[in-house]
């Protein structure tokens, strides 16, 4: 089940389903835009948005009345089989009613938030009321080949009668647990096989339980056309089914291998990687060891000892290694079942993310999903104490503001740990911010456990956005951003750069204009800027934009002193055509974008 949309109508309700989606993992709040601040997206049209989302295929969980989701997607019901979730939660928290998808994952979502909030869900699908489990929709990792045969064993369960059950792999403990099964053939029947049943008989259920780890290698670069036909057809080959396999395993050095991780995808399974010295140690159970790949990787064997390090000891190699021109596949068996999380490692991941100025509606959707995905979060302690509302609960690191190597050290050492690492930036991560050092650090060190990460950047609203938003449109013609601060770039490369845009009449936004040891910069971009444009020039001065304390003030350009900025304020200053408009008590500032002028010369 893909993550859910919680549905907020009131403040209250979006509340709740901000508490709520924050245990629910990539879950997002969506509000409607008239009653609601602080979602992760709004809406105007309420039906109209529940029957998008529910067109999608996404999750809904509306805090809200039951019978606003049944009129909102009751014109499109169709086929069960193919419905996505669909819950109601009672803005009072007392409440939880899975409506449509019971079988698809709104059961077991709907008893998870029961149980945050501490009431029952009230599920009325039979099969889970009487024999705790639905055979349509079955525990993590296992597989229906034939989901419409669901319906008469389950029928016959209900009905008390005779149930056959067969079990060629895996415990199947959530179903022997079941009264109404029978050991002896019966019609209509269970199968839990490992293998491919290409025409199951119309009346047995046939459900596949993760048993198989499909262990690959294969050259650098190589297409994930061929890794993937080379597995499925191995698979085949051997009687075995895809649906069964728990896992795509390999060595680490594969762990950014482009076909490796299409090949997971294509199987809707984790992949898993291993360290060669783990590989190695399967060297006496190997069928192929190899010197060639010895050389190559420091192991004797990375599709068959993947195989046989996923399974571990109590397992055995069910296919040995298979080759196309450049992939290797090969197939572990464990007949006890695998869990992904308890094989090897996964590819770490660190998202490098701006949360904008502060407030949580200035923070993208984008980045509020990298957030509730991170497992860990690493970042100042400020711009934390700002997004609790989405990391709370989670494993934080922080350091103090000038601390920013050290920051982004830690959050590669722990994504190269196989974890989903969350770097906070605030405004844009870009901007004078943590993505360009995060990727310093990567090219100056080029270690290679750093060089397999999964890295990602997430943009947010800079604060020369957040200015030019409240005081109206002062950045709509060209303009640039110069920082001030001589720390790591040459007080006299900074001068050029300020020079270079006088002279070409540039919109200026100025960060870290002032700190306490450094006052004379600001005055000198100031003067260097009169030089070109007139002493009446708009300057806006935005401090703590978008947080408590949040001030703004608009005054001439030969006005600029640094008693009037700190290292929390933006300095946006206009060029030469930039206006301000006097009105109310701050007025409006704009940069005319020249049509009106050209129109004039064209006339």
Known sequence: MSAPAFIALTQTGLDLARRLAETVPGAEVHGLASRTSGADTTFSETLAHLR????????????????????????????????????????????????????????????????????TAAV????????GLALDDPPAGWRVANREAAKPVMAALLAGEAV???????????????????????????????????????????????????????????????????????????????????????????????????????????????????????TPRLQNPSDVVFAEVGCHGVAEGAALAAVGAAGELLVSKHKSKRATCAVGFYTRGLDPNRVGKKRGKLTVVGIGPGQSGWRTPAVTAALAAAEEIVGYGLYLDLIQDVIAGKPTHCSELAQEEARVRLSLE??????????????????????????????????????????????????????????????????????????????EVIEKRLAAAAEGDFIVALYNPVSKRRRHQLPAARDALLRHRPAETPVILGRNLGREGETLEVIRLDELDPDRVDMLTLVLIGNSQTRHIARGQRGWVYTPRGYAAKMETTS
């Not at 009325?124 to 009487?130: H, I, V």
């Not at 890295?455 to 604060?463: D, I, K, L």
């Not at 950045?475 to 720390?487: E, N, P």
């Open 164 to 282: 056959g059950l067969t079990v060629e792999s895996s415990s199947a403990d959530w179903l022997q647990a079941a009264d109404g099964f029978s050991e002896a053939a019966a019609t209509p029947a269970v199968r839990v096989t490992h293998l491919a049943d290409g025409d199951p008989a119309p009346e047995t259920l046939v459900l596949h339980p993760p048993v198989l780890a499909l262990g690959v290698g294969c050259e650098r670069g190589c297409e994930a056309e061929e890794l993937i036909g080379l597995a499925r057809q191995t698979l085949a080959d051997a009687g075995l089914a895809a649906d069964a396999v728990a896992c795509v395993v390999s060595v680490d050095v594969k762990a950014d291998e482009a076909a490796v991780h299409a090949l997971a995808r294509d199987l809707g399974v984790p992949a898993r990687f291993f360290t060669a010295a783990e590989l190695e140690a399967e």
């Open 414 to 491: 722990r994504a190269a740990e196989g974890h989903e690492v969350a770097l906070v930036s605030s405004g844009d991560a870009g901007i004078y911010a943590l993505a360009t050092l995060a990727f310093e650090l990567l090219d100056r060190e080029d270690k290679p456990e750093w060089n397999r990460l999964e890295v990602a950047v997430e943009p947010g609203v800079s604060a020369i956005q957040a200015a030019a938003a409240r005081m109206g449109a002062p950045i709509g013609h060209d303009f640039c951003t110069v920082s001030l601060s001589d720390l790591l770039t040459p007080w």
């Open 124 to 131: 009325t699908t039979a099969g889970d009321l009487r024999f």
């Open 52 to 119: 998008g989302l529910f067109q999608a295929g996404r999750p809904i969980v509306g805090i809200c009345a039951a019978g606003i989701l049944i009129r909102a997607v009751a014109p499109l019901l169709a086929d069960k089989r193919q419905e996505p979730a669909v819950i109601a939660v009672a803005e009072d928290a007392t409440t939880v009613v899975p409506l449509l998808g019971g079988h698809h994952g709104a059961n077991a979502l709907a008893r998870e938030l029961a149980g945050t909030l501490g009431v």
